[in-house]
């Protein structure tokens, strides 16, 4: 049976605290803390304990997960070795890849390859672990990407992504000028009526979303835009700048004149991350693709 052990150290932060306000804290889910108490994985300094005990700075606490704790306990993309992405971060438990432009973030099918998961798989393999997705970049989107190694801190990072504690920060050329520097895009998104492949703002199913832009520079015709998600609906960032007026330049989807274009001019610029089981902050950078450094060859499409 596949188990994942942890042996953390008690943080001072935590003293006085009991073992079910630890584990609140780090975000596990409810029904895994129920699944941990039940079965009697949980252990204080080497013996089988239950959470209602304080611990102090220095304690170990160790955690065994099983498969039967989370939905999706196995990764089972197939192994490809066709290309090798660039890992900008990692730690035991995650890692930040620089994904290109022009490949996918996961298959949609199990026989599919080509995708960044895929091509992670038999490097991970090497050490007994998979890639789970936790976010997923467009297909013609580059930068930075988060992906777990395991499935214990997948609902841990979806937790943090969703209660806006890791931030996702973007770089766009878009098409015109904005009347303000800085503002926010707040339009509901929902699925388009007209094209099931779109989506557009204030449909009969439209959820909250909301971005903020900032405006970096500016050419004749074009604005280099910094975009920071708070929401992480479908095509957020590209339905929120189109239905605003300024397109991101090259979007198949929303940029009418996208032909022009030698790919969609958006790159995930930058993960700002909480750790898992941590007070720990890291900042990981996604080195700037080269046509997002020129603004005359940028100002002709």
């Not at 990764?75 to 490809?80: A, N, R």
């Not at 499935?151 to 992504?161: A, E, G, H, M, S």
């Not at 703002?201 to 920071?228: E, F, G, K, M």
């Amino acid at each position: 049976m596949q188990q994942w052990h942890y042996q953390l150290t008690i943080p001072p932060a935590f003293n006085q605290a009991t073992i079910r306000a630890c584990l609140q804290a780090w975000l596990i889910p409810k029904r895994i803390q129920g699944q941990l108490r039940q079965t009697r994985r949980i252990y204080l300094n080497g013996v089988q304990t239950s959470i209602a005990r304080v611990v102090h700075p220095g304690d170990q606490l160790a955690l065994t997960f099983i498969a039967s704790d989370f939905r999706t306990p196995t990764s089972s993309y197939l192994l490809d070795n066709h290309y090798q992405p660039t890992i900008l971060y990692q730690t035991a438990d995650l890692l930040v890849v620089d994904k290109p432009a022009g490949i996918k973030s996961h298959p949609n099918r199990p026989d599919e390859n080509g995708s960044i998961l895929n091509y992670l798989a038999p490097e991970l393999a090497k050490t007994h672990q998979a890639p789970y997705m936790v976010h997923r970049l467009d297909q013609m989107t580059s930068g930075a990407m988060l992906v777990a190694k395991n499935p214990v801190v997948v609902p841990i990072l979806d937790r943090l992504i969703s209660e806006k504690i890791i931030h996702r920060k973007y770089l766009a050329w878009v098409r015109g000028h904005f009347t303000a520097a800085v503002g926010q895009l707040n339009a509901p998104i929902g699925h388009d009526p007209a094209d099931k492949r779109k989506r557009w703002i204030n449909t009969a199913d439209a959820q909250p979303a909301s971005t903020d832009y900032r405006v970096l520079t500016t050419t004749a015709h074009h604005s280099l835009v910094a975009l920071t998600l708070h929401t992480g609906r479908t095509h957020q960032l590209r339905v929120h700048l189109a239905a605003s007026g300024h397109p991101i330049i090259g979007d198949p989807l929303y940029d009418v004149a996208a032909g022009t274009a030698p790919r969609l001019l958006l790159h995930a610029r930058q993960l700002d991350l909480q750790l898992p089981f941590s007070t720990t902050r890291v900042t990981v950078p996604a080195p700037l693709p080269p046509i997002f450094q020129q603004p005359q060859q940028i100002d002709q499409l």
